[in-house]
């Protein structure tokens, strides 16, 4: 079994300047002077003559509601956000390293560890946190038209859909391609670490996402010496090809989001190693695509129990996956991902603990993983 370290050829690149120091490591070892009062073992002390520019926690006005960070970071739309305490979790979006933490209440603040500009990072986390969008709001309309997901939406409170950069998002959800989900963050961190290391938090190495060039200076063989197995063609593939895209491979990317979902969709299943559920995934979580629904056999076994009863016990074909989002979409409308987003939670075994028993039907006859489900054949390996 091959480690997922960098390869020895890659050259590690250097930091754009001295990692910042973590709210952890600030407190372990260098706490900033006078401090006057700690509100919380995480909050940086406050100080009457901090800095202006002084990292600090800053609520984001949004509450438990709105967004649940162990529902919408751990449950498979990204690979990339690392738990660094009881209820904080921290990532990089572009240049910017920041954590997320829930507070005694339930709302949502931030912190940032590295960044080159705070306004352009507050602005970059309300974007990918898709903030425009009231989750309060499409949750009630889904729940008027659907009494299951009235009741699953009173334990899973906060389930949002991320947008993700679209290049980052690809990449994970071609290393997604049968696979589990400690593998999949394995290999995305390999891929992580050959982008600019931008500081350490909670014994994590944090690194902006490396660029479409970065990303062509690694071969097929040293991901696959890393342990990628078939998914290393499908990724050194796929970069070839968004290279030689006129306008570049990310603006291509990009421009998907101004597409109708199935030209979005078609587009994203020209590339190596994207089949309907993977490209569905991306246009879901980085492309505005609001209305995609990934299916595989697990969605599959939703769809049929509670949409499509008349399709019970049949084998699912690509047709049928497109019956199944259809029937999404009709019920739940324009935002259909979102909703298709909870009950796919719902259905993971990581949140078994949350919902009452009754709850356990589909999981308990098949163990949803993520591992059987995102393979390019739809109806391949999942059992
Ligand atoms: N909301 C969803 N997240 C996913 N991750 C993953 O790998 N598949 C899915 C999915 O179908 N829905």
Not at 17 to 39: D, E, V
Not at 111 to 124: C, G, N, Q
Not at 140 to 165: H, I, T
Not at 287 to 295: E, G, N
């Amino acid at each position: 079994m091959h480690s997922l370290k960098p390869p020895l050829a890659m050259k590690r690149p250097r930091p754009p300047s001295p990692p910042p120091l973590s709210p952890a490591s600030t407190k372990q070892t260098s706490p900033p002077p006078r401090p006057l009062k700690s509100l919380h073992p995480n909050t940086p002390p406050i100080s009457s003559k901090k800095p202006k520019s002084h990292p600090k926690w800053v609520p984001l006005n949004l509450s438990q509601t709105e967004l649940s960070l162990p529902l919408t970071f751990p449950t498979g739309q990204t690979f990339r956000w690392k738990q660094t305490g009881p209820l904080q979790y921290t990532g990089t979006i572009g240049p910017h390293l920041l954590s997320l933490k829930h507070l005694q209440n339930g709302d949502v603040s931030y912190f940032i560890h590295f960044t080159p500009s705070e306004s352009a990072a507050k602005l970059a986390l309300l974007d990918f946190l898709n903030v425009s969008i009231s989750l309060a709001k499409l949750w009630e309309v889904f729940s008027e038209n659907d009494s299951r997901f009235a009741e699953l939406a009173k334990y899973l409170k906060g389930a949002r859909v991320l947008r993700q950069d679209p290049v980052e998002c690809l990449v994970q959800f071609l290393c997604s391609s049968n696979n589990n989900i400690g593998r999949i963050t394995k290999m995305v961190d390999f891929i992580s670490s050959l982008g600019t290391h931008l500081g350490s938090v909670g014994g994590f190495d944090f690194h902006e996402f490396p660029s479409l060039e970065r990303l062509s200076a690694v071969s097929e063989e040293e991901l696959r010496q890393a342990g990628f197995g078939y998914r290393a063609k499908y990724i050194t593939g796929t970069v070839d090809v968004l290279q030689s895209k006129p306008d570049g491979g990310a603006q291509w990317l990009l421009s998907l989001r101004k597409l109708d979902l199935q030209e979005a969709i078609d587009a994203l299943c020209s590339l190596p190693g994207v089949g309907p559920k993977v490209a569905a995934c991306i246009a879901l979580f980085s492309l505005d695509q609001h209305h995609a629904i990934p299916v595989d056999t697990h969605v599959w076994q939703i769809a049929t129990k509670y949409l499509l009863p008349e399709l019970a016990g049949a084998r699912l074909t690509p047709k049928l996956c497109s019956r199944v989002a259809e029937a999404f979409v009709s019920k739940y409308g324009e935002y259909a991902g979102w909703a298709q987003t909870l009950l796919f939670i719902a259905d993971l075994p990581s949140q078994k603990a949350l919902l009452p028993s009754h709850f356990w039907d589909i999981k308990e006859k098949k163990s949803a993983k993520i591992e059987d489900s995102n393979s390019c054949n739809i109806d391949g390996n999942y059992s």
